[in-house]
C-alpha cells in the first residue's frame, strides 16, 4: 500500500471526475466530492483541503498542508502548482462588524462575498 490512493479507491471518492495518473494522499481532506473536477497528472499532497466547487487541470501539484476552499469556484489551469500551506478562498465574510461571521449563522445574518478564482 502506498501514501496514495489506489485506481479504484479514487472511483470510490465520489468525483465529479478525474484524469488518469492522478495520485491523491490518503491523508487529503475531500468535502463534496461531486463537485470537484480534476484532470491527468495531478498530485495533491498530505494535509491538503479541498471543498467545494474545484477544477485542476492537467500536470497540477497542490503541496503538503494547502487549503482550497471553492464555496464560489476555483479553478487552476494546466501546468501550475500550489506552494506548500497555502491557502486559496474563493469567498470571505463581512468583518466590519456590521454582519456575524462564520457558516453556521443563518445567510440573512452574514454577508459573504467573493467569486470564481482562476
Not at 66 to 77: F, Q
Request: hydrophobic share 35%.
Amino acid at each position: 500500500m502506498t501514501s496514495f490512493y489506489s485506481e479504484e479507491e479514487l472511483a470510490q471518492l465520489g468525483l465529479k471526475s478525474y484524469g488518469s495518473n492522478v495520485l491523491i494522499s490518503r491523508f487529503a481532506s475531500i468535502y463534496s466530492p461531486q463537485t470537484i473536477e480534476i484532470g491527468s497528472n495531478v498530485r495533491i499532497d498530505d494535509f491538503c483541503i479541498l471543498s467545494g466547487k474545484i477544477k485542476i487541470g492537467n500536470w497540477c501539484r497542490t503541496s503538503a498542508y494547502c487549503a482550497l476552499y471553492g464555496s464560489m469556484g476555483i479553478v487552476m489551469e494546466g501546468c501550475c502548482g500550489i506552494s506548500p500551506r497555502s491557502t486559496i478562498l474563493s469567498a470571505t465574510d463581512d468583518y466590519s462588524g456590521d454582519w456575524l461571521i462564520g457558516p453556521h449563522y443563518p445567510k440573512e445574518l452574514t454577508n459573504v462575498t467573493g467569486g470564481a478564482v482562476a
